[in-house]
């Protein structure tokens, strides 16, 4: 009876022991949550309300009385912001992007439907062919009988390479401003800047 005790003593010692090495703190870090590993930025309101979007934490961000411009760090891509009062996204993305007069055969225009975001009543998206290397493209949210637009302009290969930031500023786009995003009533009477 004791040798059984000795060896039912030992296989619990080595069965406790093997638990300790596999499930064991051994001070190793443990992975970082998602939400971690996600760009890190803030949050761009227009001061009238009219929209908001995420901003990366490295672009840099430069907001004029008609247009908000985010630059990312090697200075290759720009994203432009503003509102136009135009009711048909589509014109208004056309002129922002400076396709009004041209050819309809040497232009190859690509117009997609989006999901609205927020409030807004209908979006789109264009895309216009490559010059060079450059690369552009914009988005158009209709709110209120007016285009919210957002261009994005770049060398090919760093729109490439700084395509996650640019998919966090297109999911953080909300019409109008998300809430949360304070305007004073001073600043939501102020009127649209027509360009």
Known sequence: MKNALLLLSLWVGIIVAAYAMVYWDRGIEPPL???????????????DGRFSLAV???WSLEETETLVLLTDPSGKIEVTAF?????IPEAALLVALGIVDADPASEAVAVEEIPAV???????????PASGNEVSYGLAYLHNGESIVF??????????????????IEAG?????AAGEETSPAEEASPVVEL
């Not at 949550?33 to 001061?47: N, R, V």
């Not at 509102?83 to 009711?87: D, G, I, N, Q, W």
């Open 33 to 47: 949550p998602i939400s971690m590993l996600e760009p890190a930025g803030s949050t761009y309101a227009d001061p």
């Open 56 to 58: 990366p934490s490295t």
């Open 83 to 87: 509102t136009v009062e135009e009711s």
């Open 151 to 168: 261009l994005v302009r770049g060398d090919g290969k760093a729109l490439e390479t700084r395509a996650e930031d640019l998919e966090f």
């Open 118 to 128: 927020g409030a807004s009543e209908r979006a789109v998206k264009i895309a216009v």
């Open 173 to 177: 786009i909300m019409v109008p401003a």
